[in-house]
C-alpha cells in the first residue's frame, strides 16, 4: 500500500496565494456590480514627444530661478571677466557658473558635487546651465578663484537693484554680530600664552648653551679673538639676561662660534682639545634642536599677529567661546566672527573678523559699509542700531563724524535702566555735579579732579581720561563695599567725551522712535542669523582662510537677499517709492484736505 505524506509548507503557502486570488475576483465582480470600478490613468513610461517641450516651459513663470537669471544677466562681469587670462581651450562661461552657484545656496545645496549632481539631474540647474554640466573640479576651481575679491562686487550690485527696487530704502541699519564655526579640527590649537611662554623657555636653554661654550673657550690658554672684534664672552648681560632675542641672533652667534672653532690654535697637534670637542658637540646641539624650535615659534607667533590663538588645520581661524547648548556646556571652537549689518532682513554689508569683540569689530565693518555703498554711489543709513556690545566712544566717534544717529547701547545700559547694578557704589550710580565738576562718593563726599591723562585702546583709538579721586576714604565705614583697592583713597576714571555719547545714546533710545528701533532690531537682524543658521543649516564654513570664508558668506548673503526678494513678490508686497523730500507728506495733504472740506462748507 502506498504511503500518504503530509503537504510541504510551499504547497500550503500555494493553495493560500490562490484562496486571495479567487477571493480578489469575486470582489472585483462585486464591485463591477455596484458601479465602484477602479480606473487608472494611462502610465506609460517610455512613451516618445513628437514635439518635446523647451526645459523652460517646465517652470513656472514666478519661480526664483527666472529672477536669479534675470538679475545676473543684467550685471557687469568685467571684474570677474578679468580673472581669466585667455588662451588654451575654451571655459564655461562666468554668468552661467554664477546663476548655478547662486541657485544651489539658495536651494540650500554647499558642496560642489552635490552641485554638479544637481546640474544631471534637476530641471531648474539644467536650465541655468544650458543643458552643459560642469564637473566639481570646474565648480569648486570657479569658486574658490574667480570669486575671490569679486563676490563682494557681485554682492554690491544685487544690493543696488534692490535699492532701486525700493526694498532697500538705507534709512536705518542694523548691527549684530555672531561666531560661525570653521571646518578646522576644533582640537587643534595653538595659544599664544603657551607659544611666549615655549619661547622663553628656549631662549634660557639656548642662552646657557651660548654661556658655557663661552666658559670653554675661556679655559683654552690661546683663546683667539673673533674676526670682527667682539669680546668673547657676548651672548649673556650683566643682569643675567639673555642677549639673543630671536632666531637670526642666534644663527649669528653659530657662525661667530663656528668660525672660532675652524681657526687654527697655534699648536703642532691637530687634534682639538676637550674644550673645543665639548664646544662642537654643544654647538651641534644647538643647532639641530634648540634653533629650529625657537624658529618654529617665531612662525607661529607671526601666525598669531595679535590674536589669543589659532588652529593648526585653518591658520586664519581664532579660538573663541561659542554659547552654551542645551546642557549648558561651552566650549572653544575655531570660529570666525561675522558681522552683519541688515534693513528689512535684507543683508546690506557683512564682513568677516578674527578677534571674537564685536566691539573692536565695528568701525572696520563700517568702513567697510560706507565703502561697499560709495562704490554704487549709495549713501550711508541715516541711523544705526546695535546692542550694547557697540557701546563705546570709539564707535560713537565713528557715527557722529559721518552724521548717522547713534541707536547704540552701552554696556550697563539695563543695569541703569533697573537701577540694579552688581556691586553696589559704581561709577554709574554716583552723582556728578556738572557745574562745579565733581562727583559725590557714597559717603556724601566730593570727588575732585586731579589729573587728565590719555588712554590708547587695543584697537588703538586714544581718549582722554579724567581722574577723580576721594579725599579721605580712611576709617570709612562702606570702603569695604565702595572698593576694594590697595590705595588709600578711592579714585574713578571718567571719559568726558564717553559720558556726553551715553547721554545722547540714552535719549535717543528713550524716546518712541528709539523704542520702536529696539524691538525692530531683534526681528531684523537675529531673524538673518536664524535664517542662515536654522533654515538654511549652515552652521559651518566649508572653505579655509579669510578669503573662503569670505566667498561662502558672499554667496550666502546674495542667497538671501535673493530669497527675502523673490518672497516678497510672491506675496505682492511690491515697496512703495521712497517719499520725495520736496514732495508734500501724509500729514500735510490730510491738512490740506480738510480745509478744502472747510471752504466748501463755508
Not at 167 to 194: H, I
Request: proline content about 4%; overall charge positive.
Amino acid at each position: 500500500g502506498a504511503v500518504l505524506k503530509a503537504p510541504s509548507r510551499w504547497f500550503c503557502k500555494g493553495l493560500d496565494d490562490l484562496y486571495l486570488r479567487i477571493k480578489l475576483i469575486f470582489l472585483g465582480m462585486g464591485n463591477k456590480s455596484s458601479g465602484r470600478q477602479v480606473v487608472f490613468k494611462p502610465y506609460v513610461q517610455n512613451q516618445s514627444w513628437l514635439f518635446p517641450p523647451a526645459l523652460g516651459d517646465m517652470i513656472p513663470p514666478d519661480h526664483k530661478v527666472r529672477l536669479i537669471s534675470q538679475a545676473i544677466d543684467g550685471m557687469s562681469m568685467d571684474s570677474i571677466l578679468s580673472t581669466y587670462k585667455g588662451g588654451g581651450t575654451s571655459s564655461y562661461h562666468p554668468k552661467m557658473l554664477l546663476k548655478i552657484l547662486v541657485y544651489a545656496y539658495v536651494e540650500k545645496i554647499y558642496s560642489s558635487r552635490m552641485i554638479e549632481k544637481a546640474c544631471h539631474e534637476n530641471i531648474c540647474f539644467m536650465w541655468l546651465s544650458g543643458m552643459q554640466q560642469p564637473d566639481h573640479n570646474t565648480i569648486n576651481t570657479f569658486r574658490k578663484h574667480r570669486l575671490n575679491n569679486t563676490v563682494k562686487e557681485v554682492f554690491a550690485q544685487v544690493l543696488l537693484l534692490l535699492v532701486e527696487q525700493g526694498y532697500v530704502q538705507l534709512k536705518d541699519y542694523y548691527v549684530d554680530g555672531t561666531k560661525m564655526e570653521s571646518v578646522a579640527n576644533r582640537y587643534s590649537f595653538v595659544w599664544a600664552k603657551n607659544v611666549a611662554r615655549y619661547k622663553a623657555s628656549v631662549l634660557n636653554k639656548i642662552a646657557a648653551i651660548l654661556a658655557h661654550i663661552d666658559e670653554l673657550a675661556e679655559q683654552e690658554e690661546h683663546l683667539p679673538t673673533p674676526p670682527d672684534g667682539s669680546p668673547n664672552k657676548a651672548t649673556v648681560l650683566e643682569d643675567g639676561e639673555p642677549r639673543v632675542s630671536d632666531s637670526e641672533a642666534v644663527s649669528k652667534a653659530i657662525e661667530r662660534i663656528n668660525s672660532r672653532l675652524s681657526e687654527p690654535s697655534g699648536s703642532n697637534d691637530d687634534k682639538p682639545s676637550k674644550a673645543q670637542v665639548k664646544q662642537k658637540r654643544l654647538l651641534n646641539k644647538l643647532q639641530k634642536d634648540h634653533l629650529p624650535k625657537l624658529q618654529s615659534y617665531e612662525q607661529q607667533e607671526q601666525l598669531l599677529d595679535g590674536r589669543s590663538s589659532y588652529s593648526k588645520t585653518d591658520v586664519d581661524a581664532t579660538f573663541m567661546r561659542t554659547k552654551d547648548d542645551h546642557l549648558g556646556n561651552g566650549q572653544l571652537r575655531p570660529c570666525y566672527n561675522l558681522q552683519v549689518g541688515t534693513e528689512h532682513q535684507f543683508i546690506v554689508n557683512y564682513t568677516i573678523h578674527q578677534t571674537s569683540s564685536d566691539m573692536r569689530c565695528f568701525v572696520e565693518h563700517m568702513d567697510s559699509t560706507l565703502e561697499l555703498l560709495e562704490s554704487q554711489g549709495l549713501k550711508l543709513p541715516d541711523n544705526a542700531c546695535a546692542d550694547a556690545g557697540y557701546g563705546s566712544e570709539q564707535n560713537y566717534n565713528w557715527l557722529e563724524r559721518n552724521e548717522v544717529a547713534a541707536y547704540v547701547k552701552y554696556p550697563g545700559y539695563y543695569q541703569e535702566q533697573k537701577g540694579k547694578y552688581k556691586k553696589p557704589f559704581v561709577q554709574q550710580s554716583l552723582h556728578y555735579n556738572q557745574e562745579q565738576d565733581y562727583f559725590v562718593c557714597p559717603m556724601g563726599q566730593q570727588m575732585h579732579q586731579v589729573r587728565q591723562t590719555q588712554e590708547k585702546t587695543k584697537s588703538g583709538y586714544v581718549r582722554t581720561v579724567h581722574i577723580y579721586q576721594a579725599k579721605n576714604c580712611i576709617g570709612c565705614p562702606l570702603r569695604g563695599q565702595c572698593f576694594k583697592a590697595q590705595s588709600e583713597h578711592r579714585t574713578i576714571k571718567v571719559s568726558r567725551q564717553a559720558r556726553r555719547y551715553r547721554q545722547q545714546a540714552k535719549d535717543r533710545l528713550a524716546s518712541l522712535k528709539g523704542r520702536r528701533k529696539k524691538l525692530q532690531r531683534n526681528i531684523d537682524v537675529e531673524a538673518v542669523f536664524g535664517h542662515i543658521k536654522q533654515d538654511r543649516r549652515f552652521r559651518r564654513f566649508m572653505l579655509t582662510g579669510l578669503d573662503g570664508v569670505n566667498i561662502e558668506m558672499g554667496l550666502l548673503a546674495i542667497a538671501n537677499n535673493f530669497t527675502k526678494w523673490h518672497n516678497l513678490r510672491l506675496a505682492k508686497r511690491i515697496p512703495m517709492p521712497s517719499p520725495d523730500p520736496n514732495s508734500p507728506n501724509t500729514a500735510q495733504i490730510a491738512l490740506q484736505a480738510h480745509q478744502n472740506r472747510l471752504n466748501k462748507a463755508a
